[in-house]
């Protein structure tokens, strides 16, 4: 089993619509976690770090839950300009980033 | 503005030969990391430094090495370049622990033929 899994994707929505999309990680032992967002051939750019209370910035909300290993990203109201890739990133205590392979995401006019 | 950059941003090669690609960051951050980028896999960690004279291997080190002379650099090199490097490779930096926001560098398109 991978260390870190995402939904494979694509996800193809239109405009307005509400998605989201889940990441299972192995190690227990975790204590950060990320989304990030890459653009077509662009680098990864952080988009929201993930809190055990859970947080929200604007459209964008995630989710941890640490019973069940698991990380999600809401996104609400999508716009064209979310089209991207979604890399989940988790970090185990003590090391370093592991990535997970991203979720394609295409919302459509 | 603090930056991360990459050069070249793009390379062709030829098997056998030595390359090396630059990264220099402004941040001023302690912590600097060498991913690549295949499709199918995602970001993989090739090495890794914490500090000045400090560098660690990562997932996929074979055939690459580091060195950390001075906070802002971290060179990669490809001692002798196989087609099976042939990937984007991106630098990254955080400021103080493995658990940090790290920002990235544009990417280095390599190809080697």
């Known amino acids: 089993r991978k260390e870190v899994e995402q939904d494979p994707g694509p996800f193809n929505v239109p405009e307005g619509a509400t998605v989201a999309f889940n990441c299972t990680y192995s190690n227990s032992a975790s204590q950060s976690f990320f989304w990030y967002r890459q653009d077509c051939r662009k680098e990864p750019k952080l988009l929201m770090s993930v809190y055990s209370s859970g947080n929200e910035d604007g459209r964008f909300t995630a989710q941890l839950n640490r019973a069940s290993q698991y990380i999600s990203l809401l996104i609400r109201d999508s716009k064209l300009s979310d089209s991207a890739t979604y890399l989940c990133v988790v970090v185990p205590y003590g090391q370093n980033f592991v990535f997970g392979p991203g979720t394609r995401l295409s919302v459509l006019p | 503005d603090a930056e991360i950059t990459q050069s070249p941003r793009h390379k062709i090669t030829e098997t056998g030969r030595q390359v090396t690609l630059a990264c220099h960051q402004t941040?001023?951050?302690?912590?600097m990391f060498w991913y690549r980028q295949d499709l199918g896999h995602g970001l993989r960690l090739i090495h890794y430094s914490y500090g000045v004279q400090d560098t660690n291997k990562g997932e996929v080190s074979d055939g690459y090495s580091v060195s950390r002379s001075n906070t802002e650099d971290l060179p990669l090199t490809l001692e002798s370049a196989a087609s099976s490097q042939t990937s984007v490779y991106f630098c990254?930096?955080?400021?103080?622990?493995?658990?940090?926001?790290?920002?990235f560098g544009p990417g280095t398109r390599l190809t080697v033929l």
């Open positions: 990254a930096s955080s400021e103080f622990t493995s658990g940090d926001e790290q920002f």
């Open positions: 941040w001023n951050h302690n912590n």
